[in-house]
């Protein structure tokens, strides 16, 4: 037998459908391969027409497989030989399967040679201009297999490509498959140059192609086409390229078509969801600019949610297979293959979720709160269900406006919660959970009416609305003071506990035993009479062997930590050893769920029982070093391509390999790691010298997630090293590190084992810093705040330059957390106007201030250098809590300083001060109130000629409704502070007949307990002066002293023993 025809009955072989006999013709394929005379042969066999489609079409996938193995021992004339000849029969080939695989040869080939050979160039402008429109499209069926190699080596041929897509771009009259052959090349060349200066010539043809591309698969729903280009739009979402910012509305456009055409797939309408979330979050601010183009957004979401029969209580249920199975009633109608379908809901509320998180608020907010408000008065209870479903699903990301809203948006909430429409009251309950997570503590006010109403909703009917009530119940009862649950708490923990015992939806279950969790820790103590009766429910859920429970176990064992953190040691001690038991059970599970939830657990019970859970470190810490020491990615082979069904025949069997390999990321470990972290973290914290052995063993794996690549890791590790110094100052320290503020000279206070472990913490922890992660950054700065301040000057003085550095670096907006947003091209268009508060930046204005407690005088030769950057902060255009946060900051800095500051009085703080006391902000009215009370105290005689104009806007203060919110009460509060450390100061330049009456009003404090002393020290200091104003109002200042030391006052126990003698001189 021939080579040839040897050749063709194995190739023959290939194409049948029997795994042994392609794996038997394999084998005998590659020796026959390796000799390049065979690549002549296979060729031969490719362009015989005569030979079966299937046998041709394969030879030609092993061709490009192979040939370019060979290909550089042929000399210059055979290269070419082989190039035209492959190109000649490509030109001429009727069957699309070879021509499939002979373009996929010519590709190939052409990624060897790198450069524009001119066989090529000569075909492409052959067959771009050629009459036939099957030549037309393999121009550009070649072109986008060639994307990579023209990407690279073709730059210089920009022109004569840009002319091809033009031509047939803008040709109305041009066959439809060669149009979507050229919107596919553009499309894949324009996302391989999105961050590229070649992106600029392909700019201006992104109109054309979403005309085209339009024109061509909207209206045919032509699925794959149209997932093609919206990856490509996706792509580009991200690239920094100015000329593609002012085709920005047009993308979104096209997109918003797309994702409302219901006879396209859900695949390609979740694409093209994805490509507006993401242009949202590249370019928020020119999107939140373009109010027409965001509004039809908003209106195609809103209008998605209330149209769609999907559930619309946000995310709730969307990550749990057995909540969706009780939505939809029983748990064996669920098809396991859509659990992690998109919806029309789902994709809708959450493009929703990231256009209220990346848009700036002062776009998003109003424009979200017209469309809510809009469908919360429509009969339409679907029209109901979307207003206060996306009133949900905007909380988190529109946390600050919110807040301000609340006394306009409650009473809706509460009507959408006892609605007679269950869709409605299901997503009121979701919504009412958002707010009751992301605007605290400010919704606490409302906690007489959400909880009677919240209580009914548990014995709804509908399923889904009980889950969702014992969610609001976990979200808001976390923060809850004792007083406010009072009122409720026997007759809550009951229905819970009965809800568990009597439901049979494990979403229900879980919620509840969530729920039952947050009630304890609101009641605290008050708790203790159920923790009997709770904690033998738990017992029974802690012991669930079926895998599909476990979540519902890891939730009891939840419960039991939350249970210990509210009644204390004492209480919960015959409950401790189970606990543990049970925890230490799951960690032998193979369930992730499972041991998270264990890690939890150990977190709080270290925290609770300190010294008595030290005899479970031996075998915990070296366990959790372990899991934290694990590599959350695996290198897995490749999933096959298009062609890998004969993956056997890559080259890279040659080398003995086995085909490509990617990394699979475990994202369940990562959360894992996370818990482990939190707990090895509580456990140096709480078990004192105890923990002394394992420091080293974990400040190495610390070391080492600190510089893992997912930031999840980086964020925990650095909030937990702080803690890995605890337990050497219990051990070498007595519990306490002495030290002195501003003394960098002195003696260390700190033993040499301390301050080495001490100093690499913070060494870690300003590398941090400059992480690109904000939340990682965010971290990093409250622990080299919590560090330098638990263990003074000494501590920061070997990172004190890069810490400076750094924390410049974050108030200047230079750091790379900050730069790397510039990298979307939206900062250089628009500056910082809209900017939204960032989170992080609080933290880095803390440690300032943290600097200024522990250097004292120092760190005046620095404030040259920071005020500027704070100072931007506080422009009217900066959202208010920006305005907060950077008057807040100089208020530290004023006091930490004290007089140090004078020289900065009337530049800088002055008019921060009367600019902060005059803002339409509560929030900003408090820090002015408390910064200009601090600097009256400390500089005195320098601010005397400013007391009017301060006294002026702190008294329109004590007029704010101290029943609108917690921050007015505390804004009156330091207001109240502010007067008396002016009157402490300089009596004589107070017009006390015209203050004190005022002034009195404000008396006892709400909110701000901090100051107490303050106030009374004033109070008492006047009448001890006898000064006639205070003497005539003798019975008002007893009235308010007696209230002040009532056993039900929060007044400290010092302050009190004062302000009981002063009473009784009073009598």
């Known amino acids: 037998m021939s080579d040839g025809a040897t050749l063709i009955q194995l190739l023959t072989a290939l194409t049948q459908p029997d795994t042994n006999t392609i794996r038997q013709a394999e084998a005998a394929l590659k020796p026959v391969l390796k000799n390049p005379a065979s690549m002549i042969t296979l060729w031969q066999v490719i362009a015989d027409t005569s030979q079966p489609i299937a046998v041709r079409h394969v030879g030609a996938i092993i061709l490009r497989k192979r040939l370019t193995a060979h290909y550089s021992n042929f000399d210059a004339q055979t290269k070419l030989e082989w190039q035209k000849n492959v190109l000649n029969v490509l030109a001429s080939e009727q069957q699309r399967p070879v021509r499939s695989g002979l373009i996929g040869v010519a590709a190939s080939l052409a990624q060897v040679e790198q450069s524009a050979t001119q066989p090529y160039l000569e075909f492409l402008t052959a067959a771009a201009n050629e009459a036939n429109h099957q030549a037309r499209e393999l121009c550009f069926l070649l072109l986008s297999e060639m994307t990579d190699t023209i990407g690279l080596h073709w730059k210089e041929h920009i022109p004569s490509l840009m002319s091809f897509f033009t031509h047939v771009l803008n040709n109305p009259q041009e066959n439809t498959v060669v149009h979507k052959a050229a919107v596919q090349a553009i499309g894949q060349l324009m996302a391989f140059w999105a961050d590229e200066p070649e992106i600029e010539s392909l700019a201006p043809l992104l109109p054309i192609l979403l005309q085209v591309a339009g024109n061509s698969s909207v209206g045919q729903a032509d699925d794959d086409f149209l997932s093609t280009v919206l990856d490509v739009l996706y792509e580009l979402a991200y690239s920094p390229a100015p000329s593609l910012s002012q085709y920005m509305p047009i993308t979104v456009e096209f997109a918003l078509t797309c994702l409302v055409t219901q006879q396209l797939e859900m695949r390609v309408r979740d694409s093209a969801a994805l490509v507006i979330a993401t242009t949202a979050e590249a370019k928020s601010k020119a999107f939140g600019r373009h109010e027409a183009l965001l509004g039809a957004v908003l209106d195609a979401l809103f209008t998605l949610v209330q149209n769609s029969n999907d559930s619309a209580a946000g995310a709730l249920f969307e990550s749990n297979p057995a909540w969706k199975a009780d939505l939809g009633g029983d748990a064996g109608d669920v098809d396991d293959g859509d659990m992690d379908s998109p919806t029309e809901t789902s994709m809708a509320q959450g493009t929703l979720d990231m256009i209220a998180c990346e848009v700036p608020k002062k776009f998003v907010w109003p424009a979200c709160m017209k469309r809510c408000m809009e469908r919360l008065e429509s009969s339409d209870p679907n029209a109901r269900k979307a207003g206060i479903a996306c009133l949900g699903v905007i909380a988190e990301g529109c946390t600050e406006p919110l807040t301000m809203a609340l006394h306009d948006v409650m009473p809706r909430v509460f009507a959408a919660a006892q609605d007679p429409a269950p869709q409605v009251r299901e997503c009121a309950c979701f919504c009412l959970g958002q707010i009751s997570e992301h605007c605290q503590p400010d919704i606490l006010q409302y906690s007489s009416q959400i909880l009677p109403i919240v209580f009914n909703l548990l014995d709804d009917n509908n399923v889904a609305v009980q889950a969702t009530s014992c969610y609001v119940l976990e979200m808001f009862c976390e923060r809850l003071e004792p007083e406010a649950v009072r009122p409720v708490l026997d007759s809550l923990v009951r229905k819970l506990a009965q809800m568990l015992e009597v439901s ?430 601090i600097c009256c105290e400390h500089l005195k005689a320098q601010v005397l000629g400013d007391y009017p104009k301060m006294l002026q806007l702190l008294g329109q203060n004590f007029s704010l409704d101290t029943s609108a919110s917690e921050s007015a009460c505390a804004c009156v509060d330091n207001s109240a502070a502010a007067v008396a450390r002016m009157i402490m100061a300089s009596p004589e330049n107070v017009p006390i007949d015209q203050v004190l009456p005022v002034f009195l009003t404000a008396l006892p404090l709400k909110v701000d307990m901090t100051e107490n002393q303050t106030v009374y020290q004033c109070l008492i200091g006047l009448l001890q002066m006898n000064h006639p104003e205070a003497v005539s109002r003798k019975e008002d200042i007893k009235r308010i002293l007696t209230e002040a030391t009532h056993e039900s006052s929060k007044v400290d126990a010092d302050t009190k023993g004062m302000l009981v003698q002063a009473v009784q001189s009073l009598h």
């Open 504 to 933: 049979t939806k494990r979403s229900v279950q879980e919620m509840a035993v969530a729920a039952l969790a947050a009630t304890a820790v609101a009641a605290e103590e008050e708790f203790s009479p159920y923790v009997e009766g709770v904690a033998n429910l738990m017992t029974r859920l802690m012991q669930l062997q079926d895998p599909n429970l476990f979540s519902l176990r890891g939730r009891a064992l939840e419960c039991m930590g939350h249970m210990a953190i509210a009644v204390g040691r004492d209480t919960f001690r015959p409950y401790f050893p189970q606990t543990m038991q049970s925890a230490m059970e799951g960690l032998a599970t193979d369930s992730t769920d499972l041991q998270e939830f264990a890690y939890a657990v150990f977190a709080n019970l270290a925290k609770v029982m300190k010294e008595e859970f030290a005899p479970a470190l031996p075998d915990l810490v070296p366990h959790l070093v372990k899991i934290i020491d694990m590599d959350e990615g695996e290198i897995e082979q490749a999933p096959n391509s298009k062609d890998d069904n004969l993956a056997g025949l890559d080259d890279s069997d040659d080398e003995d390999e086995d085909g490509q390999y990617v990394l699979h990321v475990r994202t369940a470990l990562l959360e894992v790691k996370k818990g482990a972290i939190t707990a090895l973290g509580e456990m140096a914290a709480h078990t004192g010298n105890s923990f002394c052995p394992h420091l080293e063993s974990c400040m190495v794996v610390l070391q080492k997630a600190a510089g893992n690549w997912h930031p999840l890791i980086k964020a925990e590790a650095a909030d937990a090293f702080p803690s890995m110094i605890i337990p050497l100052i219990a051990a070498h320290h007595n519990g306490e590190i002495k030290w002195t503020k501003a003394d960098l000279g002195g003696a260390n206070p700190m033993s040499q084992v301390t301050a080495t472990l001490v100093q690499a913490v913070l060494t870690e922890e300003v590398a941090l810093m400059k992480d690109e992660d904000k939340t990682t950054v965010g971290k990093a700065c409250e622990a080299v705040q919590g560090v330098i301040e638990l263990c003074g000057p000494h501590a920061l003085s070997p990172v004190l330059n890069d810490a400076l550095q750094n924390s410049h670096a974050i108030i200047s907006k230079s750091a790379p957390c900050q730069t790397a947003d510039e990298l979307y091209g939206d900062i250089g268009e628009f500056g910082d106007e809209d900017d939204d508060h960032d989170s992080f930046t609080q933290a880095a204005c803390d440690l300032i201030g943290g600097f200024c407690r522990v250097m004292g005088h120092h760190f005046k030769q620095y404030l040259h250098q920071f005020l500027p950057p704070i100072l931007e902060f506080t422009k009217p255009s900066r959202p208010a809590s920006d305005r907060s946060m950077a008057v807040g900051c100089l208020s530290e800095i004023a006091q930490e300083l004290e007089g140090a500051i004078a020289e900065q009085w009337q530049p800088v703080f002055m008019p921060a001060v009367l600019n902060g006391l005059a803002d339409e902000d509560v929030n900003v009215k408090r820090n002015a109130a408390f910064c200009a009370g």
